[in-house]
């Protein structure tokens, strides 16, 4: 308070005072009030400041006729109006209720005089002045005044050894063993409990002695205690005013409770605990103690290795369906989306839980939760993110809080409510999670170092010690003295100060981790206590204090929200991201013109002009996007987040293809290359998913960036040949397993045979290139091949040293031959199984080249054929001089010399190889067909067999695309992915 009100209030005390009464009284109750605002020295000081007051004002009052007498106290009237005026707007309300509390407790403090007219009216005037409302000062007088009657009325408590008392509206708490009685009144408007006790029996509230008749205003923490008695705690005192008909209570209870996690190490211990409607408990513990396993346990995350969890009767595990939606749980993280308002934040998240309701319904329930909440004047805020802050720390922190609340959870679980927060919105954090909890909510909270205030609100506090050992339940204010006593401090029933009456719950902590001094009196790693000990010492002490307590399967609370279905839940997510997409007018900009410009910068730099080359390879990126989890319908909102994702990868594509092709003046075939193009983008869009899904760190995904953009670039079939790499884990025939999973592969392979054999001019000539050079390919090199082993096989069929040679040039002829063969069924050669080093004869080699000269003839007048086929096609399309200029124009046009070259391999000397008993082709790629039944093929293979079935590589790629999108969605479906990875980190 603030020395203006101070003196002022210290006014009020003397103008009030009369001259006849006790004046040793009237200090007596100012000094008590001094004393919960000020240390001592200012104590002093303002009595000193009263007594002056009470001097000036008593002095004007003495020995003087009627008539000044009633002059004098019309002057004190407007006085005390004046002061009252003066400091109303610098008094909070429950200052002022205390204010009025305290002036009628002082003009009741003289035990000889009754109360005049003129006190009264005095405090009636105060009262008025501050508006508090006349009802609620009667009720107030008539408490503090008249001691020995009770109001019967709801805001009264009465504690006593009377099992049946005579009031209908009275509250009442049965005290064995208290010889006396203890009454309370709950004044509503400012949420106060003000006490008073008459009786035999020694009273003591944290600690202080109270006196007969006094009025003391109770607060968080407070518990009436004496030795005879159970202690009688403020939660005790708090909800025996609540009463809620219409809600059903909640018991929650945790009976001997265990937890192992996967790698056998046990993180909680043998836990017991059970709290109801109306409390909030406190979740205390030092790193590593097993609080948030704790919290996991009880909100039906994790399942318990041994014991069980039930609310009202219901097993929270085993019997989930049941009570869907009783729980509500707070995480630590982030759970906004941070380019929508605050506004927008709830209403979403409204839409999700309230399928019956309409717009104007939802909206009325999102205002008056921000509203209530404080945070209706900034619900047109952007929210942002905890970097880049749009709204303070404690707002965000009731935002999250809010996105619960809309269910309305009987039960809520909160994991560190107050991190990273200043202690003054932490305190607003607690005092809102307070107000829930009156309203009949059970509340658990897990809190690292709490603030006194903080630390008193907790109803019930659980402390864990390192392993998950419980070593403390109950009180909070006990736990202080608990510990206190298990180490043998002489003031251990003390744990309040008395002057400030604030609370060190660090202390709680210092006693538990103590360590051991060595004998140089240096602090040892090694503890005085370990976890087990404190376990097994509260595990003695709750013995005596173990009371028998039934679980009745009680009637669930009804849920009032319903989840709309999936498709709804579908349309709501992607309204949602759309609405979180567009605001973020950054973000829409790079992502709607990079593609463009990516285009553009790329094109315009590998461009050049050549007669015949105007073709170039495109470079495909990756992005990443991470979105929050929602507990509600999975296939839901990933549909949501992939068509906001493929929607965007589709315009990117577009832009992108319309862009490159243009500055590449690549003419046609936009929609085969647009679809490859989005293809690749939604694949890398799955990954990014995946990737995001499964790691927690930014950091991490950092990382991995390159470790999945450069193989794509390598693999992809253009930097390295396929037949060029490490032989020890790749073979020159074939493209490796690793290869086959590179994205860039399948896409760069798609576009390049379908540039080269779909485009305007190669599409009239293709089948004939194909055959010409499928039969020069035999004619020339194939059969040549073969000759030349024939003809070593025959000068070397004798000699001893080139036996294995010769066997292995004869196993190649077999073979070769037979897969010819298979290829022209009319051909025969009846001496196959004769082409053994045993059997072979000059007969047999002169059969062989017999058939080669066959198959020489054959594959010649087939490229003649196809020769003349194709010159007959260019005559008719160059019958005039405007045909032969159209001709060239279009070659010029699409025909490209360089693609040419690389699908045809002209810079490979060595157009064919032995392996494995076989021949293999590596000239001209493009024209040979692959010899697997499914998809397996060469590089540039011009189709692909699919079930027996051949159909053109340019769509069997695009699938190929489209099933590693599938695969990866179902990864990110069943978090594949991230259990694998679990795994790896369990191992």
Known sequence: MSQKILRALMQLFAIIARPESDILERISVVKSFLEQQLNKELVKEYLQVFREYLDKFQKRRRNKKTSKVRKQLAFSSVRVLKICTEINQELAQRQKYILVILLLEFIKSDKEEEIS???????????????????????????????????????????????????????????????GEIKILHIQPSDLHIMQYSGESELSISSQLVRQNKIYVLTFGASIRTPKIKPIYFSDIVGAFIIDDSKVKINFDINNIEYKFKNGFKGLHNLSFSGESGKMVGIMGASGAGKSTLLNVLNGT?????????????????????IEGVIGYVSQDDLLMEDLTVFQNLFFNAKLCFEDYNQYKIIRIVLKLLLNLGLYDIRNMKVGNPLNKKISGGQRKRLNISLELLREPSVLFLDEPTSGLSSRDSENILDLLKELSLKGKLVFIVIHQPSSDIFKMFDKLMILDTGGYLIFKGDPIDSIMYFKSRILQADWNESVCHVCGNVNSEQIFNIVESQVLDEYGNLTKTRKTTPIE????????????????ETNTLELPEISFKIPNKFNQFLVFLKRDVLSKLSNKQYMFINFLQSAFLAFLLSFIIRYFDIDKNVSDYVFSENIKREAFLNLSRTSYLF????????????????????????????GLFLEYFLIVFSTFSVANMLGLNISDSFEKPVTVYILIPFLIIPQIILSGIIVKFDKLNPTISSPNSIPFYGEMMVSRWAYEALAVLQFKDNEYEKNFFFYDKVMSNAEFKKNYWIKKLENKLSFCERNLKIKEKKEEVISNLNLLRNEISKELSYHKKLKFDDLDNLEIESINKNIFRQVNNFFNILKNYYMKRYNRANEKKDKLIRNLQKNTTEIDAFIKKKKNYYNESLSDLLKNKNESNKIFEYDGHLHRKSEPIFYDPESNFLKSHFYAPRKKLFGVFLDTFWVNLLVLWLMAIILYITLYFKLLTKFLKIIGNL
Not at 134 to 143: C, M, N, P, R, V
Not at 151 to 172: Q, T
Not at 304 to 316: C, R, S
């Open 534 to 549: 404190w376990f097994e010492h509260f595990e003695e002490f709750s013995e005596t204090l173990k009371e028998k307590k």
């Open 640 to 667: 949501s987040k992939v068509a906001i994702l493929f929607a965007l990868s589709a315009f990117q594509a577009l832009s992108f293809v319309i862009v490159g092709n243009l500055i590449m003046e690549i003419r």
């Open 302 to 322: 994790f399942p318990p290795t041994e014991g069980a969890v039930l609310i009202n009767g219901v097993d929270i595990h085993k019997e989930k369906e049941k």
């Open 117 to 179: 007219e003129q006190e009264m009216e005095f405090v009636s005037t105060v009262a008025d002045t501050f508006l508090i409302p006349l009802d609620e000062f009667k009720k107030i007088s008539d408490f503090i005044i008249n001691t020995l009657e009770v109001s019967d009325i709801p805001e009264v408590l009465l504690i006593n050894n009377v099992e049946k008392h005579k009031y209908k509206e009275v509250k009442h708490i049965f005290s064995e063993n208290l010889f």
